[in-house]
């Protein structure tokens, strides 16, 4: 039995915290703890902004596991935006095209759902990916830009969904900066 569980390693250091699940639920770290005894875990290691490091080339156009626990740790679930699908419901998708020479990297890869991936194409009302640049502030994660029916400014949207933590980081750094240290 394989079970993926993705969390911080401060989480992990101090035996608190939660731990996400590859179909989207949580866990605190002490149960992660109890689940892993006796197993032979498969690290993931990632940046400080999230990013999962480069685990190698591959000349297959199937994600490796290696680099499908990569995907489970840095998307978390379906990548297009407003989707709620947890990992265990995606497939690993190349943003640029296998077929088109994109390779099978982790910089060139991302979960979808199936419903979402049926969406990709070249036709006027498909939809395209794009891995977002270090000037953007989803560095690393894959944006969505829907057909020019849908937005004309085909402007690059990344999911929140799967991002709790991040969102509630940046509504209080917001908090802060708007309001200011609090009197002593």
């Known amino acids: 039995m394989q079970i993926t569980l993705t969390m911080s ?3 992990l250091e101090r035996g608190a915290g939660i731990a996400t699940t590859a179909t989207g639920g949580h866990i605190s770290i002490n149960e992660a703890l109890k689940m892993a005894a006796g197993s032979k875990p498969v690290l993931a290691v990632l940046d400080g902004d999230g990013i ?3 685990l190698g080339r591959s000349r297959e156009r199937l994600a490796t596991p290696g680099q499908r626990l990569a995907l489970i740790a840095r998307d978390k679930g379906c990548t297009h935006p407003d989707c709620d699908a947890p990992a265990a419901m ?6 640029v ?3 088109k020479g994109g390779p099978t990297d982790l910089d060139n890869l991302a979960l ?3 419903h979402h991936h049926a969406m990709v194409n070249d036709s006027e009302y498909g939809w395209t990916t794009v891995m977002m640049g ?4 989803h560095r690393g994660r894959v944006g969505w830009i829907a057909p020019a029916a849908v937005d004309p400014s085909r402007t690059p949207r990344v999911n929140e969904k799967h991002h709790a933590g991040e969102r509630v ?4 750094a917001a908090s802060c900066h708007q309001w200011g240290p609090r009197a002593a």
């Open 97 to 99: 095209d296998w077929a």
């Open 134 to 137: 270090s000037d953007s502030p």
């Open 90 to 95: 995606c497939a690993a998708h190349h943003v």
């Open 112 to 114: 979808v759902c199936d």
């Open 169 to 172: 980081a940046t509504s209080i």
């Open 52 to 54: 999962p490091l480069y």
């Open 9 to 11: 390693l401060a989480d």
